[in-house]
């Protein structure tokens, strides 16, 4: 059974802080990998997408990939109120299928 | 303006009733999906449409069935079959079929049983 895994929260952290998400997925063959923030009762929307290891940054956001180990995080830097939501980390695995995660509850304190 | 729009936004049905939740999209993509969203779980595939006429079943695909007759659309049934089928219902699109690509949502649809 193809895996992703989240700590599903609610991590808090005060605003202008940085926030750190963090994913593990199971299959080594996986080959893209995505960020999706969803506000509560809306549908999930792309924040990042990362496909090599290393570190991809987009504005206030950084995708941070290790294929070696299975792991991949996002931070939010100078968090803000309006970053609070559910972060779905996905994981494509090479066929047609994306596996989703359950989601990390973001809360940024004003 | 290119999007995927889905219909209704809720939806209540009754016991033993069929429903058809729509899905169709403007951005010229191949590929189509339908997930279901239960609280605190992650998106689940039920079915997903490579091209016209074709269509794969996901996960958990027991109680639903879908068409896709046109690229632009792709709707969902709930059949008297889905024995728990409340849950937030969601479309999604990619642009090429023949690899994994980056999944669009539509909005959603929220479906009760009464």
């Known amino acids: 059974q193809k895996e992703v895994e989240q700590n599903s929260g609610p991590l808090s952290v005060p605003e202008g802080a940085i926030a750190s998400l963090n994913c593990t997925y199971s299959?080594?063959?996986?080959?893209?990998f995505f960020w999706y923030r969803q506000y509560s009762g809306k549908s999930p929307e792309l924040i990042m997408s990362?496909?090599?290891?290393g570190d991809k940054e987009d504005g206030r956001f950084t995708a941070q990939l290790n294929k070696a180990s299975q792991y991949v995080s996002l931070l939010i830097r100078d968090s803000q109120p309006s970053d609070s939501a559910t972060y779905l980390c996905?994981?494509?695995?090479?066929?047609?299928?994306?596996?989703f995660g359950a989601g990390t509850r973001l809360f940024v304190k004003a | 303006d290119g999007g995927i729009t889905q219909s209704p936004k809720y939806l209540f049905r009754k016991e033993g009733q069929n429903v058809t939740l729509s899905c169709e999209q403007n951005?010229?993509?191949?590929?189509m999906y339908w997930y279901r969203q239960d609280p605190g779980q992650g998106l689940r595939l039920i079915y997903y449409?490579?091209?016209?006429?074709?269509?794969q079943k996901g996960d958990i695909a027991e109680g639903y069935s879908v068409s896709r007759e046109k690229k632009e659309s792709f709707p969902l049934t709930v059949t008297s079959a889905q024995k728990n089928p409340t849950a937030f219902y969601l479309c999604?699109?990619?642009?090429?079929?023949?690899?994994?690509?980056?999944?669009?949502f539509g909005p959603g649809t929220r479906l009760t049983v009464l």
């Open positions: 996905a994981v494509a695995t090479g066929g047609f299928k994306t596996i």
């Open positions: 999604a699109s990619s642009i090429e079929s023949r690899k994994t690509d980056t999944q669009y």
């Open positions: 449409s490579q091209i016209v006429n074709d269509f």
């Open positions: 990362i496909y090599s290891n």
């Open positions: 299959d080594r063959g996986s080959q893209s």
């Open positions: 951005l010229n993509h191949d590929a």
